[in-house]
């Protein structure tokens, strides 16, 4: 099992379990976990509502590619921890990960 920590925008944090072969984004299971992500395009890349920072994370992420970069640069809330959730495959490199969800824009 791949075990991670959502902070919500309360600033509520709770464990999130997924098994670890499981072939989704971390944006499909932060919906399927009830939390408030819009994701309107589907997770193409394109609107940026499934935005959130990456707080902590032992594993290596993939670098953004350039789709990402082009609608974290229209995110007026973007940091140097953004990602689109949609971006973010579920794999072993997020256990032990903590993910705050982004503002809605």
Excluded: W
């Excluded at 819009?38 to 350039?66: F, K, N, Q, R, S």
């Excluded at 970069?69 to 940091?79: C, E, G, K, R, T």
């Excluded at 794999?91 to 809605?104: D, I, P, R």
Aim: proline fraction near 6%.
């Amino acid at each position: 099992m791949i075990h991670f920590e959502v902070i919500d925008r309360n600033g509520e944090k709770k464990l999130v379990e997924v098994p670890g072969d499981i072939s989704l984004s971390l944006m499909e299971v932060l919906k399927a976990s009830d939390y408030p992500i819009l994701a309107t395009c589907g997770g193409m890349a394109l609107c940026a509502t499934c935005h959130v920072e990456v707080i902590h994370c032992d594993g290596v992420l993939p670098p953004p590619g350039d789709a990402e970069l082009a609608m974290l640069d229209q995110l007026p809330h973007a940091s140097d921890l953004s990602r689109l959730s949609c971006q973010i495959r579920i794999g072993e490199n997020l256990s032990g990960a903590v993910f705050k969800l982004g503002a809605v824009e």
